[in-house]
């Protein structure tokens, strides 16, 4: 572990050294045993930090927010001790990790909790590679800083060459407590919304598009009591890149030429952040632990718990501004990356916040769908197969089928085989480099890259090595995403947690999860205990994840291979919506552990 | 007859019913998506001064407890006039039912201590937010000398800018039978409209101004002016909007 470590001449490597050592972080060497083990403390305690501009409780893994990074080898049995000090429960979910159900930290599912005053110890093989993370799974500790990550050394070569790494874990931290977040949401929905549409900008709406149209569409909105500017539940936030506020400028530094390595974990409570280094093309070789083929982007969209790593190669003898801005704009995480240390790069200014449109509206509806209506010019081979275009209820002409001129782009579409392409429609122009089958067409969601470049997308998304033979799914299984935003409540399938039965799945079974999102806003949905394979028309290639987001207004399916036993937590990892009924228990019966189930 | 005066007798049922609200519910730790909340706002909480000459204080309360599904809701309005009269006073306590994304049924009681005499009624309404986002509440009334009356609410918040609000508010009365005593003619009875400017400081905070004027209708009417009373009357009000 040590040697290890020492390997590598990195000021990450010297952080998590520094981190190790001054919290204890015990690596047992005393007598290593032929087999890898480990023994790792952590401590969940109270801390002060300020990152807002004025000192606030947070609750800390030894001491720090974030946590430290856990730096473990595939194959290790790992013992790691968590103490609680809090005077409430705690608990630690590895998210990502395929772990023992008993092990899985989701106290009522997993096991009691951690009570205060006690310690509890995790052992568990790590039997995969690759970057993730850590978190409570207890109330809403999580927004308050008990979060970590980990790193997971391969036994075998990697598929890519760098030369050194950094972890950044981007966060958002909120000076209120969580729980009076939640309060105040409940007491008002619209509470933390302070970009509403305005008398004074139907003024502005109207120079843009004339009086009635402006009118027509507050009209359109208002009949549904829903709005447009609706894109996150909570303002106030302070965005956080390694704990690090903007103003900090969290710094990784390099040689130029040299490869650099960047773990990006998204470990904020409710956000989404768009993801560029201005300067630098970004070459994502990792998605939520699993290596994928080389994309190169400008930018990417990191949902709420995914992990995403990609490799950049700075030439120049200059700093260049790592920038996650928050999906609403509501502010910015910042870092640098730097040949030496105190250089910065230019902050580039927030783009508008995005507004939703009538498609984000559309529920991910199929009914009513009607294949040969739909222009799509897309041929077969390059269908990606996952997302649905929302049909029910919307009018056709206002989708724009040959008329939409910027060109969002054909949805993709499921179920292909068997269609006649001949008889869809033909007046499509063709999808612009810009166009995200994982948004609904005309969605205001839709990312684009802020310097007009290449954006990621799920679509992009090829498993280097498929974990999983292909093969049928042995049922599907319907997963609507639904909420009353006006109460603030969230579920599935119109009913929360506490209303809900377990959602039952048999050991060996394939299933497909069909995600409707009948919503808003987008869910990033996470299946704890098994991977998700997200069907994105790839096939074999299909990338293995487990956080799969769906934006509003479409259908995204996944499939899962279902060889763990045991009780499992699936919900929304929006803190809050998961928070509120959007979560299920998922029992795997029978299997090889059928009997210690019981 | 009395132990408390009629003055005293207000906040003592006004304590007693939210006292009664926070007994009433389960005190067990709930599952997390099935929390108890609560909420509580002064909508209106203002100085009113009418062309009369008249100054009064005047407000509306509304306040909840319960769950997503489930609540108990504290109604109050009234209104005191400062040279020390009573001029309405009125309490509803209410179980709420959300129904719909929207809307909720609420059904229980209504006390009113002034005007004179006190009546009791019992109360089924339903309360949401219609489409355009008109904030609405109707409700049924049923005394306890078997007088049938309901009550429209309509209100609506247009944003200026981010905290400039103009609230434009309309409350329509309608009595089923004359009720003599309180000088009640059938039919539309009263109606109150109002518009108010805040400025949300946060949004527990918003101090406000605003006109509001109210006025008897018809049978009522004319039993207030053969009573010598004034009809209708037009104010000027100032005050502070308060939400917890």
New interface residues.
């Given amino acids: 572990m040590k040697t290890w470590l020492n390997a590598r001449n990195s000021r990450a490597a010297r952080n998590t050294r520094a981190a190790f050592a001054a919290v204890g972080v015990v690596t047992a060497l005393l007598g290593v045993p032929p087999a890898l083990a480990g023994t790792y403390d952590l401590t969940i305690g109270e801390t002060t930090i300020n990152v807002s501009g004025s000192d606030r409780t947070a609750l800390a893994i030894n001491g720090t927010v974030p946590g430290p990074t856990l730096r473990f080898k595939e194959g290790e049995d790992l013992v790691i001790n968590v103490t609680n000090t809090l005077d409430e429960d705690t608990s630690i979910h590895w998210h990502g990790l395929i772990v023992p159900t008993s092990q899985d930290g989701v106290p009522g599912l997993s096991f009691d909790g951690i009570k205060p005053g006690t310690t509890h110890t995790y052992r568990f093989p790590a039997q995969q590679s690759g970057t993730y993370w850590f978190h409570s799974h207890s109330g809403l500790q999580e927004q308050s800083g008990v979060y970590g990550s980990i790193v997971i050394e391969p036994q075998g070569r990697e598929p890519f060459r760098y030369d050194r790494e950094y972890v950044v874990v981007l966060s958002d931290w909120h000076d209120t407590k969580p729980e009076k977040i939640l309060a105040n949401l409940k007491k008002q929905s619209d509470y933390y919304n302070y970009n509403q549409r305005t008398l004074l900008s139907l003024f502005d709406e109207a120079e843009e598009k004339g009086f009635d149209a402006a009118l027509a569409d507050r009209l359109d909105w208002g009949g549904m009591r829903m709005t447009p500017t609706d894109i996150a539940d909570i303002s106030g936030y302070t965005f956080l890149v390694n704990g690090k506020n903007p103003e900090q400028n969290w710094t990784g530094l390099f040689a130029p030429g040299e490869r650099v390595r960047l773990r990006f974990i998204n470990a904020a409570a409710m956000t989404y952040f768009d993801v560029r280094i201005p300067g630098l093309e970004m070459t994502v070789v990792q998605a939520d632990g699993n290596n994928v083929q080389p994309v190169k982007v400008d930018e990417f969209r990191i949902a709420v718990a995914e992990t995403y790593d990609v490799i950049v190669r700075p030439m120049e003898d200059q700093a260049y501004t790592l920038v996650a801005e928050p999906l609403e704009r509501g502010g910015l995480a910042r870092g640098t990356l730097a040949p030496r240390d105190g250089m910065t790069a230019e902050v580039p200014g927030l783009r508008p916040r995005p507004l939703l449109t009538m498609a984000d509206m559309s529920h991910g509806d199929m009914e009513g769908m009607d294949h040969a209506a739909m222009g799509h010019s897309m041929p077969a081979a390059e269908a990606p197969g996952a997302v649905e275009p929302p049909m029910s209820g919307m009018d056709h002409a206002a989708m724009g089928h040959g008329t939409m001129p910027q060109a969002d782009g054909p949805p993709a579409q499921q179920p292909m085989s068997g269609m006649d392409h001949a008889a869809m429609g033909h007046a499509m122009p063709p999808a612009s480099a810009d166009a995200d089958p994982f948004y609904a067409p005309g969605s205001g969601l839709t990312p684009k890259a802020a310097n007009g470049g290449k954006f990621l997308s799920y679509a992009d998304l090829k498993a280097q090595r498929p974990l999983y033979e292909v093969r049928e799914p042995t049922r599907e299984i319907e997963i609507r995403l639904t909420g009353n935003m006006e109460r603030y409540f969230w579920s599935i399938n119109d009913k929360k947690y506490s209303e809900a039965e377990p959602i039952r799945l048999t050991y060996g079974e394939r299933v497909r999860f069909k995600f409707v999102n009948e919503t808003m806003m987008t869910h990033p949905m996470h299946l704890h205990g098994m991977w998700t394979i997200l069907d994105n028309g790839n096939g074999k290639w299909n990338p293995v994840k487990h956080v799969v987001s769906i934006a509003p207004g479409t259908t995204v399916l996944a499939e899962v291979e279902v060889d763990a036993p045991g009780r499992w937590a699936f919900h929304c990892h929006l803190m809050y919506h998961m928070a509120t009924g959007m979560f299920r228990e998922v029992i795997v019966e029978g299997g090889p552990q059928a009997a210690a189930l019981n | 007859m009395t132990l408390l005066s009629k003055q005293a007798r207000l906040p003592a049922a006004l304590a007693g019913a939210l006292a009664l609200t926070f007994l009433a519910l389960p005190a067990e730790a ?5 929390q108890i ?3 509580f706002q002064l909508d209106q909480n203002e100085y009113r001064l009418n062309d009369e000459g008249e100054d009064l204080y005047a407000w509306d309360a509304q306040g909840w407890i319960g769950t ?1 599904y489930d609540k108990l809701f504290l109604k109050s309005e009234g209104e005191y006039a400062l040279d020390g009269e009573w001029e309405k006073a009125e309490v509803q306590v209410l179980y709420s039912r ?1 129904i719909s ?2 809307f909720d049924v609420q059904a229980g009681v209504r006390y009113d201590f002034e005007p004179d005499p006190e009546r009791a009624y019992g109360v089924i309404g339903l309360q949401g ?5 008109f904030e609405v509440d109707a409700a049924l009334f049923v005394s306890n000398k078997g007088d049938v009356s309901a009550r429209f609410e309509a209100e609506y918040e ?6 400039l609000v103009l609230q434009p508010s309309a409350e329509l009365d309608v009595a089923v039978q004359e009720v003599d005593e309180l000088g009640i003619g059938s039919g539309p009875s009263g109606i109150e409209l109002g518009l108010r400017l805040r400025y949300e400081i946060t ?1 527990e905070i918003a101090p406000y101004i605003g006109v509001h004027y109210e006025s008897d209708l018809f049978d009522t009417a004319d039993f207030t002016r053969d009573e010598g009373g004034e009809v209708d009357a037009v104010s000027f009000v100032a005050g502070v909007r308060l ?1 917890f």
């Fill in positions: 709930a599952e997390m998506d099935d909340y609560t909420f997503d959300l994304d929207f937010l219609a489409p355009q986002f247009l944003l200026i800018t981010q905290r949004r939400f």
